[in-house]
T-cell receptor
Framework: GQNIDQPTEMTATEGAIVQINCTYQ??????LFWYQQHAGEAPTFLSY????GLEEKGRFSSFLSRSKGYSYLLLKELQMKDSASYLC???????????FGAGTRLTVKP | SAVISQKPSRDICQRGTSLTIQCQVD?????MFWYRQQPGQSLTLIAT?????????ESGFVIDKFPISRPNLTFSTLTVSNMSPEDSSIYLC??????????FGPGTRLTVT
């Protein structure tokens, strides 16, 4: 199976830091994606981790540990516009297939 | 990055009819996919659209219900056949190169009455 688990909802305060975890039970995948999806819109790419470790891109960072079977997305200096769903997806290279978690709905409050 | 457009953006259809959704990419891509996203849920892969051959369907999805075409490297269609209210959903096309990130179209919001 490819169980991909994320918390359903999270709430954080503007200006704070939040970590969204994603655990998975699969192997043989190429990498792990994080996407952001605002209500009523298509998902947009945030990050892609192939190697273990932390990838930083501005306010967003993503971490992968294959041995521990988990990833996280770290959002710093939260802004109101960061209120959205965050989807992690396991990526298989051979057919470019992606399997998505259920998504985490983040609400940023003033 | 690839820019992907979909038509129609939304539609309201009657039970028993069929709707064809078009997906156009602004550059040639190796892989194209169709996803469904039901209200409040994450994305579920329907099928991989293969250029020049039959699509590869995921468990729970069949060609008779969701016929797919991909005549070239920039275009694909998904038909939702003999629709029922359970087919009400957002249908998303995505595209990417082998091993690359996938880009998503804006989606087609389908309501079946």
């Amino acid at each position: 199976g490819q169980n991909i688990d994320q918390p359903t909802e999270m709430t954080a305060t503007e200006g704070a830091i939040v970590q969204i975890n994603c655990t998975y039970q699969t192997s043989g995948f190429n990498g792990l994606f994080w996407y952001q999806q605002h209500a009523g819109e298509a998902p947009t790419f945030l990050s892609y981790n192939v190697l273990d470790g932390l990838e930083e891109k501005g306010r967003f960072s993503s971490f992968l540990s294959r041995s521990k079977g988990y990833s996280y997305l770290l959002l710093k200096e939260l802004q109101m516009k960061d209120s959205a769903s965050y989807l992690c997806a396991v990526h298989y290279y051979n057919n470019n297939d992606m399997r998505f978690g259920a998504g985490t709905r983040l609400t940023v409050k003033p | 990055s690839a820019v992907i457009s979909q038509k129609p953006s939304r539609d309201i259809c009657q039970r028993g009819t069929s709707l064809t959704i078009q997906c156009q990419v602004d550059s040639q891509v190796t892989m194209m996919f169709w996803y469904r996203q039901q209200p409040g849920q994450s994305l579920t892969l329907i099928a991989t659209a293969n250029q020049g051959s039959e699509a590869t369907y995921e468990s729970g999805f069949v060609i008779d219900k969701f016929p797919i075409s991909r005549p070239n490297l920039t275009f694909s269609t998904l038909t939702v056949s003999n629709m029922s209210p359970e087919d009400s959903s957002i249908y998303l096309c995505s595209a990417g190169g082998q091993g690359d990130e996938q880009y998503f179209g804006p989606g087609t919001r389908l309501t079946v009455t």
